[in-house]
């Protein structure tokens, strides 16, 4: 397959969700999955019918706390939203990073407890619940660690290819990690899960640190946010002040990095990103745990097909870096971003499982990110 086939079958492949697509949210919230929720909630052309609930920024049951708050925050209490276990699959304690969001997942803002519940059912029921009602419709963003999904392809053999598609943000293709050299932070914290989603045959596109690194939130756009006027803004600045200080002294970055918005862009216009064919397995065993192995197609291996290169154009839309305020609601706009060295993407595919992963690698020589957020009109 060339360059060429390569792109014309990715596009394929989304086409088929054009229209307002059901979504489920798997989210361990975490400050940057509270933008990329608000995100999913304004989006007109995805209907988010339930948010399910994983460990991984902070515990489980605090994270159904922060999903429960914020469907009550943005006007959307209906929402269900379904707990998932408080453990990975095989691993006595989870990794919570409350060092990186706060005691209270939400950079110590200490927002006011829900008045709704969560379901009676857990998170890897209500999942197969709904792909299983609405077969090839429903679109599942995994915005943590990956147990609440492979509890729902171990309990229904039909949970992976009822799925239309999954989007997850989740491994690091030509990087480092960022809980080690090694791996990233929401394959790690479910080493045994995420190699199950990824070798299920589900429809999965996967944004990897690599490319989610590079898009950010600087000390200037902070401010902006929160002298915006917006009903959020001040609410968003000031759960980033913890994650802002976080990054200083982890990264020595005066900013924030947007991974989860990003990875929700992913899902609102893939179109922004080109693509590359591949195989993907994630080590569950030694120092390297967490690793997302990749074949780059350098040779042929028995079982692994051949990749296939497709090139990003010069210039980048990310659709993650803006977010604006009218009339009390979020929507969301494009950034134009301008990145005048060479970068490639990598959009890997296993044509015996199907399964469709993003990341990308690019260097970036004095790019300006300009952000619109939360003007008020």
């Not at 397959?1 to 596009?11: E, R």
């Not at 990897?208 to 803004?233: A, K, P």
């Not at 494009?334 to 044509?351: D, G, L, N």
Request: charged share 20%; proline share 5%; net charge negative.
């Amino acid at each position: 397959m060339d360059v060429k086939a390569a792109g014309s079958v990715a596009q394929d492949q989304f086409s088929k969700h054009a229209g307002r697509r059901k979504v489920i949210i798997d989210t361990d919230p975490g400050i940057d999955d509270m933008m990329a929720i608000l995100m999913a909630f304004q989006a007109p052309e995805i209907e988010v019918i339930g948010l399910t609930t994983i460990f991984g920024n902070v515990n489980t049951d605090l994270a159904t706390i922060n999903a429960l708050h914020l469907c009550e925050m943005a006007g959307h209490p209906e929402i269900p939203v379904a707990e998932g276990p408080s453990e990975p699959l095989k691993r006595v304690k989870p990794r919570i990073a409350y060092f990186e969001h706060g005691s209270d997942g939400l950079g110590e803002t200490y927002q006011a407890k829900p008045n709704f519940q969560k379901l009676s059912k857990d998170a890897a029921d209500f999942l197969i619940e709904n792909v299983t009602e609405f077969p090839g419709e429903v679109t599942v963003v995994g915005l943590g660690p990956l147990t609440n999904l492979a509890l729902a392809i171990q309990k229904d053999s039909n949970f992976a290819k009822n799925v239309g598609q999954l989007v997850v943000l989740g491994g690091s293709f030509n990087a480092s990690g960022n809980v080690n050299p090694a791996a990233e932070a929401n394959l790690f914290g479910d080493p045994e899960a995420a190699d199950i989603v990824f070798t299920s045959g589900m429809n999965t596109l996967a944004i990897g640190i690599d490319l989610t690194t590079q898009v950010i939130f600087n000390e200037d756009d902070l401010c902006e946010i929160r002298d915006s006027g917006g009903d959020y803004g001040k609410y968003i600045y000031d759960c980033c002040r913890f994650y802002h200080d976080w990054h200083l002294s982890s990264d020595h970055l005066d900013g924030i990095f947007l991974h989860d918005p990003t990875c929700m862009a992913a899902l609102l216009d893939p179109t922004l990103f080109t693509f590359k064919n591949g195989a993907v397995r994630v080590e569950t065993e030694g120092p390297c745990l967490g690793h997302t192995i990749l074949g780059m197609g350098l040779k042929k291996y028995v079982n692994i097909h051949t990749l296939c290169l497709a090139q990003l154009p010069s210039k980048l839309y990310l659709l993650s870096s803006s977010l604006r305020c009218i009339e009390e609601h979020l929507l969301l706009y494009q950034t134009f971003i301008s990145v005048p060295s060479a970068y490639q993407s990598i959009y890997i595919t296993c044509s015996e499982t199907n399964q469709w992963l993003c990341s990308s690698k690019f260097e970036i020589e004095d790019a300006h990110y300009r952000v619109l957020n939360f003007i008020a009109t």
